[in-house]
């Protein structure tokens, strides 16, 4: 059976070299790091102030009994390089703050938000608005998801509608990997070339239903 790779030499390429900044690096952000690495993208920032503690476990890929203590974003950085030692990850173990927030993303094409709060997730967003990186956002709560690409043009993140919040046990364990999944596919559009048709709207996708809609903000 003849296998049909989906994207072309030069838009692999422009993935590969492309420099993507994760916010976050618990659920969403620890999927979407690993879905990277495997692609071949090779310039890394991973932000996460945190530590893995026994309430990750049910949902957080990084996560282990082994790993319990340890900084997540530095996680992230060790699991990169076990993967692809070529690949270059930049770790900061520290949370965004109005401070540091836009020295962080500075040299990044694209930011994803993995981040599990309205005021952190409306900091980086000004920033990338200001500095004008797009930004990914990605949330979720109970059953459903939510995906979205976020430009300077897009008003303000009061727009954005929330999806019914689930925290810590209380979420299914394949609801990260779910979001993560729609927003890696997006970041690959954008980063290959091809344009992403969620920018200035989100798509929300109710995984018991199985319905989807996609807003416009």
Known sequence: MNLINPLSIDERDRIKNSRVCIVGCGGIGGYVAEFLIRLGVKNLTVVDGDRFDESNLNRQILCTKDSIGKCKASAVKERALSIAPEVNVKDINEFITEDNVRSVIAESELVIDA??????RKLLYTACSELGIPMLFGAIG????????????????????????????????????????????????????SGSVLEGKIMSIDLFTNERIIIDI
């Open 115 to 120: 981040l599990d709060n309205y005021e952190s």
């Open 142 to 193: 109970a059953w459903q998801v939510q995906v979205g690409l976020l430009t300077s043009g897009c008003g303000f993140f009061d727009d954005i509608p929330a999806a019914p919040e689930a925290h810590g046990e209380n979420v299914l364990s394949f609801m990260p990997a779910m979001c993560a999944a729609v927003q890696v596919s997006e970041a690959v559009k954008l980063l290959s070339g």
